[in-house]
């Protein structure tokens, strides 16, 4: 009953809650950003163990690798320390008592782990695997959907990241003008306040 | 007993995950801290889709030309998709915290809310003088 497969799953399942704890507790934000990339591995590894190998891929890439990145990029450019140290928070332990509460009494109502006879299993997936090869013509069938049978799905994505990436440029591409037009060096925006009050970054922690 | 903890052990750890992110996100001030708590739940709401589609002693759903068992390739193609998504919003919420940083000196919620109260109160006594 206990085989390897299950022994690995629960193993990995357990260092991602290690990791997601030790993300809740940590202050210093370098340390959690490195283990969100740790996280992302991980979870990584664990879709390989559920046999989605494309989505552990794209998880290793881009959840390990680019949003590390633009994280680190953003501490850059903020600060390393959160400056309020961790507290309980009543509301918050209640929103995820009764979340989680009502997520776990509806589990037994879901399809068991792994089986074959899950309902979501049953409608199109059969016509998708007996027939990709013949209408698409590229073995994994994983591609043949995304490309081809829900390339409409796709084509949305790239909308999103379309106007994302615009969200981006009008956030930071304001910051190297100012009242004059553009200044050379890409200096800060000039803040046009001067009567806010200083809230000292690195000292009040 | 065993059996039926062998059967949705993987929802509950999945949910566990889930509720430490949303814990995050609720609790704590620090904005790069409460995008790293959402990137951990989507990350478990990705692990639960997948989870769904996985057949036991299923293959990963590439053609060999062998009859096998697949797990089911569509929960793979929704959260391929998603997780491109996910990283798009990371990247536009990182861009919103580093401009929230550049206006307010500041990226702790707490910090931000009372420099608004104190412009807002300038702003009063301008109008009034």
Redesign the interface.
């Known amino acids: 009953?206990?085989d390897m497969v299950?022994v690995v799953?629960?193993v990995l399942?357990?260092l991602?809650?290690t990791t997601?704890?030790a993300?809740?507790i940590m202050r210093h934000?370098f340390a959690?950003?490195a283990l969100?990339g740790a996280?992302?591995l991980l979870?990584a590894g664990?879709?390989v163990t559920?046999?989605?190998?494309?989505?552990a891929f794209?998880?290793a890439a881009?959840?390990a690798g680019?949003?590390t990145v633009?994280?680190l990029?953003?501490?850059a450019?903020?600060?390393r320390r959160?400056?309020?140290p961790?507290?309980?928070?009543p509301?918050?332990?209640l929103?995820?008592t009764i979340?989680?509460g009502a997520?776990?009494y509806a589990?037994?109502d879901?399809?068991?782990?792994?089986?074959?006879n899950?309902p979501?299993?049953q409608h199109?997936?059969p016509s998708?695997?007996k027939g990709?090869?013949d209408d698409i013509g590229i073995?994994?069938?994983?591609t043949s959907?995304?490309a081809s049978y829900?390339s409409f799905?796709?084509l949305g994505?790239v909308a999103?990241?379309f106007?994302?990436?615009m969200?981006?440029i009008i956030?930071?591409g304001?910051?190297r003008e100012d009242e004059h037009g553009y200044s050379e060096d890409g200096a800060?925006?000039p803040?046009k306040?001067k009567?806010?009050?200083?809230?000292n970054?690195e000292t009040s922690t | 007993m065993l059996a039926a903890i062998l059967d949705h052990y993987n929802y509950w750890l999945i949910i566990f995950l889930m509720m430490i992110g949303l814990y995050i996100v609720v609790s704590r001030g620090n904005l790069i801290k409460k995008i790293v708590g959402l990137n951990i739940f989507q990350t478990s709401v990705f692990l639960l889709y997948i989870t769904i589609g996985k057949v036991n002693y299923g293959t990963a759903p590439i053609l060999t030309g062998q009859p096998e068992t697949f797990s089911n390739p569509l929960p793979h193609v929704l959260i391929l998709t998603a997780i491109v998504v996910g990283i798009a919003t990371t990247a536009l919420g990182l861009a919103l915290v580093v401009r929230i940083r550049e206006s307010y000196g500041s990226i702790e919620e707490e910090d931000i809310s009372v420099s608004e109260q104190f412009q807002a109160e300038s702003e009063v006594n301008k109008i009034s003088s």
């Open positions: 009953m206990l299950t799953d629960v399942l357990a991602l809650s997601a704890v993300i809740l934000l959690v950003v969100t996280f992302s979870s664990l879709l559920l046999d989605a190998v494309d989505v794209t998880e881009v959840g680019i949003s633009l994280m990029g953003t501490l450019l903020t600060r959160e400056s309020r961790p507290r309980l928070s509301i918050g332990l929103i995820i979340t989680g997520l776990i589990t037994p879901m399809p068991k782990f792994g089986d074959p899950a979501s299993h199109i997936i998708y695997i990709s090869q073995p994994n069938i994983v959907i995304l829900r799905d796709t994505e999103v990241i106007t994302a990436g969200g981006v956030l930071l304001r910051r800060a925006y803040l306040d009567n806010k009050p200083k809230i970054d």
